[in-house]
C-alpha cells in the first residue's frame, strides 16, 4: 500500500488554518480582557473586601477543621448510582431492535451494580452513626 493515500489535499496543513487563527484570537482575547480589567478596574482594598465571604454568616474558628467523610462518600455514590440511569435512555430507546441480548445485557448490567449495591451497603458506608 503506497503511502500517498495518507497524503491527500484533504489532510494539507493549510486546512488548520482558520483553526489556529480562530485559537490564537480566542486566547488573545481572554489575554486582553484579563488584562484590561486588571489595569482598568478599581482597586480598593478595604478589610471589609479582604475578608473572606461566608454567605452571611459570622465567622468562627478555623477552616481547616477535620470534615466527616461520610457526606463525600454519600455524594461520590450518588453520583455512581445516577450514572447508571444515564445509561439506561439509550436502552430504553431501543429496547425493541436490540432484542433479547439488549435484554439480558442490560440485565447484567443492574446486577453489577446492585452487587455494588449490596457491597456498599454491606461495609456500612451508608450509616451516619459512628
Same mark, same amino acid.
Given at each position: 500500500?503506497?503511502?500517498? @493515500? !495518507?497524503?491527500? =489535499?484533504?489532510?494539507? %496543513?493549510? #486546512? *488548520?488554518?482558520?483553526?489556529? &487563527?480562530?485559537?490564537?484570537?480566542?486566547?488573545?482575547?481572554?489575554?486582553? @480582557?484579563? $488584562?484590561?480589567?486588571?489595569?482598568?478596574?478599581?482597586?480598593?482594598?478595604?478589610?471589609?473586601?479582604?475578608?473572606? /465571604? =461566608?454567605?452571611? &454568616? =459570622?465567622?468562627?474558628?478555623?477552616?481547616?477543621?477535620?470534615?466527616?467523610?461520610? *457526606?463525600?462518600?454519600? %455524594?461520590?455514590? /450518588?453520583?455512581? !448510582?445516577? +450514572? =447508571?440511569? @444515564? !445509561?439506561? *435512555?439509550?436502552? %430504553?430507546? #431501543?429496547?425493541?431492535?436490540?432484542? $433479547?441480548?439488549?435484554? @439480558?445485557? +442490560?440485565?447484567?448490567?443492574?446486577?453489577?451494580?446492585?452487587?455494588? !449495591? &449490596? *457491597?456498599?451497603?454491606?461495609?456500612?458506608?451508608?450509616? $451516619?452513626?459512628?
Amino acid at each position: 500500500m503506497p503511502l500517498n @493515500i !495518507f497524503l491527500t =489535499e484533504t489532510s494539507s %496543513a493549510a #486546512n *488548520y488554518l482558520p483553526i489556529v &487563527i480562530q485559537l490564537v484570537f480566542a486566547l488573545g482575547l481572554v489575554f486582553t @480582557i484579563i $488584562w484590561g480589567s486588571d489595569k482598568l478596574g478599581p482597586k480598593r482594598k478595604t478589610s471589609d473586601k479582604l475578608q473572606n /465571604f =461566608e454567605s452571611g &454568616i =459570622e465567622i468562627k474558628g478555623n477552616a481547616r477543621q477535620p470534615m466527616a467523610i461520610k *457526606y463525600f462518600l454519600v %455524594a461520590i455514590l /450518588f453520583v455512581l !448510582f445516577d +450514572v =447508571e440511569v @444515564i !445509561f439506561f *435512555y439509550p436502552y %430504553a430507546v #431501543n429496547f425493541r431492535s436490540l432484542g $433479547w441480548d439488549g435484554f @439480558i445485557a +442490560v440485565i447484567l448490567f443492574v446486577a453489577s451494580f446492585l452487587a455494588g !449495591f &449490596i *457491597y456498599i451497603f454491606k461495609k456500612g458506608a451508608l450509616k $451516619w452513626e459512628d
